[in-house]
């Protein structure tokens, strides 16, 4: 069973910095792309920013120049640092996994932790 493990969330004042961490464990033969996605209340879940097993980026407008996301390949880990942080950050983080589970898998398995609160505010 391939499990992810969030941490690092919390409250933060207007300018702050969290850093969210995220380590996926388990039998994996492969992990495609690992990121963040983000919820706020009313709102649907939105991408924050993905990291390719190539070392391609990608990040939400809201966020870009503010968080910085990077991999440890090593220990199949995840990390998001966040910067500046703004009241509408506040949202439950979900760290996402893409991956296959053996070599013999023909798709890909989709992996989401349970999710982490960031909440800021003065």
Partial sequence: QVHLAESGGGSAQ?????????????????????????????????????KTS??????????????????????????LEMNSLKPEDT???YCN?????TPESRTFDDIWGQGTQVTVSS
């Fill in 97 to 101: 996994a893409r991956l296959y589970v």
């Fill in 91 to 93: 949202a439950v983080y």
């Fill in 14 to 50: 207007p300018g702050g910095s969290l850093r969210l961490s995220c380590a996926c464990s388990g039998n994996v033969f492969s992990i495609i792309v690992m990121g963040w996605y983000r919820q706020a209340p009313g709102k649907e879940r939105e991408l924050v920013a993905v």
């Fill in 54 to 79: 190539g070392g391609s980026t990608n990040y939400a407008d809201s966020v870009n120049g503010r968080f910085t996301i990077s991999r440890d390949y090593a220990k199949n880990t995840v990390y």
